[in-house]
């Protein structure tokens, strides 16, 4: 993968979970601390060098409000920080990073550095103001432990084999690291009632007359309002959409069909969730395929590529941040 890309995904990936768990403490800056919370669920090798060592989401959570604690205590402050609630980040606004994690970002994708989170990783724990080194001794580790351990699994990474082709269909796959086990995650991505708080683009789903088993149809609705409450506008051909589940083989595996049945031209779209036990939760892999325009359609698209290419990673972004958010 091109390094700019990486970088960018990676980015985007952080961010999001960041200020997620910002969001959860009502704070509108994610600093140093969220970027290491979002780095313990990332998919990326950092997020497994982390988990290996015992740190998951919730004791990483406890040390970083602990620290938040110990700071006030040390300038005379004695008070107990009010719980954090749920994530909002999708129904507020104002969110951004604060100048030192904004530079350390930049400073992970420059010359001679890969942009990944392996490297956001690196030069996180070497920051020099010692917050990190403080929550990571919290958590029973090191700096030193944290980058002996990355560049172990690092050194062990093979190359990947390309992805199979399916002939007259395209394909876009993401990785997904989720903090939950494998069960609790297939029965979310499996339940056609659940299909709304994962696909953007339904609303509603009427589950009142099938059952949920593999061949069963059911219609799904555009939703009318974003998660912060603005109004949506849905063209009238793609306000229906039909869901079909495909293939249910639980708990590793299951298939979504999608169409819109008032949309004569538009192509069905295949989400695959595959899912597999991993340190600390679920490793999901999360498929998108759909068919190629035969004919002059197909001379056309290609010069779309590129924009239906980022319309598909936006698609799959949205759909993997659903599922992990779910289970935090």
């Given amino acids: 993968m091109n390094k700019l890309v990486r970088a960018a995904q990676t980015s985007q990936s952080l961010s999001l979970s960041a200020m997620e768990e910002a969001s959860r403490t009502g704070q509108r800056e994610a600093d140093l601390e969220h970027l290491l919370l979002a780095l313990v669920i990332t998919d990326q090798s950092a997020g497994r060098a982390l988990r290996e060592l015992g740190i998951d989401i919730e004791s990483a959570r406890l040390a970083v409000r602990q620290q938040h604690e110990t700071q006030l205590a040390a300038l005379g402050i004695e008070a107990s920080l009010p719980a954090a609630g749920p994530i909002v980040f999708h129904e507020t606004d104002g969110y951004t990073w604060t100048k030192r994690a904004t530079d350390l970002l930049a400073r992970s994708s420059g010359r001679g550095r890969a942009g990944d989170a392996a ?5 996180l724990v070497a920051e020099p103001s010692g917050l990190i080194a403080d929550l990571l001794q919290r958590l029973g580790t090191t700096p030193a432990e944290v980058t002996t351990h990355l560049d172990r699994i690092d050194a062990a990474c093979e190359t990947s084999s ?35 708080d994962w696909e ?7 589950t009142t007359d ?16 974003r998660p912060d409450g603005r109004p949506t506008k849905v063209r009238p051909d793609f306000r229906r959409r039909t869901i079909e589940l495909v293939t249910a083989q639980q708990p590793e595996r299951a298939v979504w069909r999608f169409t819109y049945p008032d949309a004569a031209n538009a192509s069905p779209i295949t989400t695959t969730f595959n899912l597999a036990a991993a ?32 319309v598909m990673w936006m698609l799959l972004f949205q759909i993997g941040g659903a599922v992990s958010r779910e289970f935090r």
């Avoid at 190629?292 to 056309?300: F, L, Q, Y």
């Fill in 279 to 310: 340190t600390g939760g679920t490793q999901v892999t999360i498929t998108l395929s759909w068919s190629r325009r035969p004919g002059w359609r197909r001379v056309v698209g290609i010069a779309l590529r590129p924009v239906q290419k980022f």
């Fill in 162 to 196: 390309p992805r199979p082709q399916t002939n007259g269909r395209a394909t876009m796959t993401s990785d997904t690291f989720v903090s939950a086990p494998v069960e609790q995650v297939w029965s979310f991505v499996s339940d056609p009632a659940r299909v709304p």
């Fill in 210 to 225: 099938h059952e949920a088993r593999v061949d069963s149809v059911w219609e799904g609705r555009a939703p009318g309002h």
């Fill in 200 to 206: 953007p683009s339904i609303g509603e789903v009427d």
């Fill in 119 to 123: 490297a956001v990783l690196r030069e």
